[in-house]
Protein backbone atom coordinates (compact mmCIF):
# COMPACT_ATOMS: atom_id res chain seq x y z
CA UNK A 1 0.00 0.00 0.00
CA UNK A 2 1.17 3.54 -0.74
CA UNK A 3 0.39 6.57 1.08
CA UNK A 4 -0.15 10.41 -0.22
CA UNK A 5 -1.14 13.43 1.28
CA UNK A 6 -3.00 15.99 -1.21
CA UNK A 7 -3.02 19.56 -0.24
CA UNK A 8 -6.95 21.01 -1.51
CA UNK A 9 -8.34 24.29 -1.92
CA UNK A 10 -11.71 24.98 -1.96
CA UNK A 11 -13.02 22.80 1.14
CA UNK A 12 -15.28 25.28 2.97
CA UNK A 13 -17.52 22.96 4.94
CA UNK A 14 -17.83 19.57 6.04
CA UNK A 15 -19.47 18.65 3.04
CA UNK A 16 -17.18 19.63 0.91
CA UNK A 17 -14.85 17.13 2.53
CA UNK A 18 -17.48 14.16 2.29
CA UNK A 19 -17.70 15.17 -1.29
CA UNK A 20 -13.93 14.77 -1.81
CA UNK A 21 -13.82 11.66 0.58
CA UNK A 22 -16.72 9.73 -1.53
CA UNK A 23 -15.28 10.54 -5.19
CA UNK A 24 -11.76 9.23 -3.64
CA UNK A 25 -13.54 5.91 -1.76
CA UNK A 26 -15.17 5.39 -5.61
CA UNK A 27 -11.64 4.81 -6.84
CA UNK A 28 -10.15 1.63 -8.14
CA UNK A 29 -7.13 0.91 -5.71
CA UNK A 30 -8.15 2.89 -2.88
CA UNK A 31 -8.33 1.80 0.89
CA UNK A 32 -8.58 4.34 2.83
CA UNK A 33 -9.60 8.21 3.08
CA UNK A 34 -9.37 11.19 5.37
CA UNK A 35 -10.21 14.49 4.79
CA UNK A 36 -10.14 17.39 6.97
CA UNK A 37 -11.93 20.85 5.36
CA UNK A 38 -9.99 22.70 8.53
CA UNK A 39 -6.87 21.85 7.39
CA UNK A 40 -7.41 21.81 3.77
CA UNK A 41 -5.46 17.65 3.65
CA UNK A 42 -6.45 14.48 2.71
CA UNK A 43 -4.82 11.60 3.74
CA UNK A 44 -5.11 8.70 1.24
CA UNK A 45 -3.84 4.95 1.50
CA UNK A 46 -4.06 2.70 -1.82
CA UNK A 47 -2.69 0.09 -3.87
CA UNK A 48 -0.10 1.29 -6.42
CA UNK A 49 -1.04 -1.29 -8.76
CA UNK A 50 -4.52 -0.18 -9.37
CA UNK A 51 -3.84 3.70 -9.02
CA UNK A 52 -1.19 6.38 -8.91
CA UNK A 53 -1.12 10.16 -7.12
CA UNK A 54 -2.41 11.63 -10.62
CA UNK A 55 -5.19 9.94 -10.92
CA UNK A 56 -6.16 10.53 -7.10
CA UNK A 57 -5.71 14.25 -8.06
CA UNK A 58 -7.87 14.63 -11.32
CA UNK A 59 -10.38 12.30 -8.77
CA UNK A 60 -9.99 15.45 -6.67
CA UNK A 61 -10.26 17.90 -9.33
CA UNK A 62 -13.09 16.53 -11.18
CA UNK A 63 -15.07 16.80 -8.14
CA UNK A 64 -14.56 20.62 -8.29
CA UNK A 65 -11.43 21.31 -5.91
CA UNK A 66 -7.63 22.20 -6.88
CA UNK A 67 -4.56 20.37 -5.73
CA UNK A 68 -1.81 22.51 -4.81
CA UNK A 69 0.61 20.05 -4.44
Partial sequence: ?????L???GMTC???AKSIT????NCAGVEQ????????IAQIVFNSAQTNAQELKTV???A??????
Fill in 64 to 69: GFDVLN
Fill in 33 to 40: VKVDHVSG
Fill in 60 to 62: VED
Fill in 7 to 9: KIA
Fill in 22 to 25: SALQ
Fill in 1 to 5: MAKIE
Fill in 14 to 16: GGC
